[in-house]
């Protein structure tokens, strides 16, 4: 695994000792070089833009190649995690650069930060006839990838809050809804509402006018009344003599009276009915206005 490869190239770097390399670079400006001639170049180098890929190499004497010496911590290879200890590097960018002196093999790999360099590598022990893994890596120094990770979590956090205000438009959306659902129904309401006023209104308009034509029905009953009365009285004056008739006379009176009795007592109760029911209505629509 991963780990394993890495503890391995640990273990390489411990048993080969610096006095054995006869050249040893770091391949990213932000590394600490073994002399202030290489650190000066680098630091031009960084101020210009260009980057390395985190990687410190060596050159033996008899070796045609570069060798993978070490890599810088949370550098570019060390991010990407194929490159291991002892690892050879054989091509960069398909080109060949076996034989290439260490400031060669340096200059092909720096470049521009956040460009890419596609390197052949074959791997620590294998024998020469074995075909080269290629390794895509970004360069970068390590302020470059602090800035790319801010930057990162910035987008992170950016489509974050972009689905906030997704969220929080939809919200807002379903209560915009709501507000127009309950708005139709309050128009409803009143339309409702208008047209049970205008019931109650044409309701009192007709008790209105039953309340006269039952005054009208009782005082016109009342002058019968009066008028039969008047008949029994002249009767009875006439009549006097004859109390089977005077007797006749007074039952239909009274029949009378009660049946007027009566009348007036079922109006007077649909009054109290209609006043009752005026006093319902009322309550309902004071009740569905609120």
Not at 14 to 26: F, I, K, N, T
Not at 224 to 244: C, F, I, P, S, Y
Request: net charge negative; hydrophobic share 35%; charged share 30%.
């Amino acid at each position: 695994g991963k780990m394993g490869d890495r503890a391995s190239g640990r273990n390489f770097f411990q048993q080969h000792s610096p006095e054995r390399a006869q050249v040893v670079v770091s391949l990213n400006p932000g590394d600490e070089t073994r002399n202030d001639r290489e650190r000066h170049r680098f630091h031009d180098l960084a101020e210009v833009g260009l980057a390395g890929i985190g990687v410190f190499l060596e050159q033996r004497g008899r070796e045609r190649y570069c060798v993978v010496n070490s890599l810088q911590k949370r550098g570019s290879a060390e991010r990407e995690g194929t490159l291991r200890i002892g690892d050879a590097l054989i091509t960069v960018d398909g080109k060949d650069t076996t034989g290439y002196d260490m400031e060669n093999v340096r200059g092909t790999l720096m470049g521009r930060c956040g460009s890419l360099v596609c390197l052949g590598i074959r791997p620590r022990g294998a024998a020469d006839g074995v075909e080269v893994q290629e390794v895509m890596l970004k360069r970068g120094t390590l302020e470059w990838w602090a800035l790319h990770e801010e930057l990162l979590a910035t987008e992170d956090q950016l489509g974050a809050a972009s689905e906030q205000v997704q969220e929080i438009r939809h919200m807002w959306l379903a209560e915009a809804t709501r507000v127009s659902t309950l708005q139709n129904q309050n128009k409803a309401l009143e339309i409702e509402a208008q047209g049970l006023r205008e019931a109650l209104g044409t309701t009192l308009q007709s008790l209105i006018v039953s309340e006269k034509t039952l005054s009208q029905e009782v005082l016109r009953r009342t002058e019968a009344r009066d008028k039969t009365v008047t008949m029994v009285a002249d009767l009875e004056g006439r009549l006097a003599n004859t109390e089977d008739a005077v007797h006749a006379a007074e039952r239909a009176r009274d029949s009378a009276e009660r049946s007027a009795t009566a009348r007036v007592h079922e109006a007077e109760t649909r009054c109290q009915e209609a006043v009752a029911g005026r006093a319902l209505l009322d309550q309902e629509l004071l009740t569905r206005a609120a």
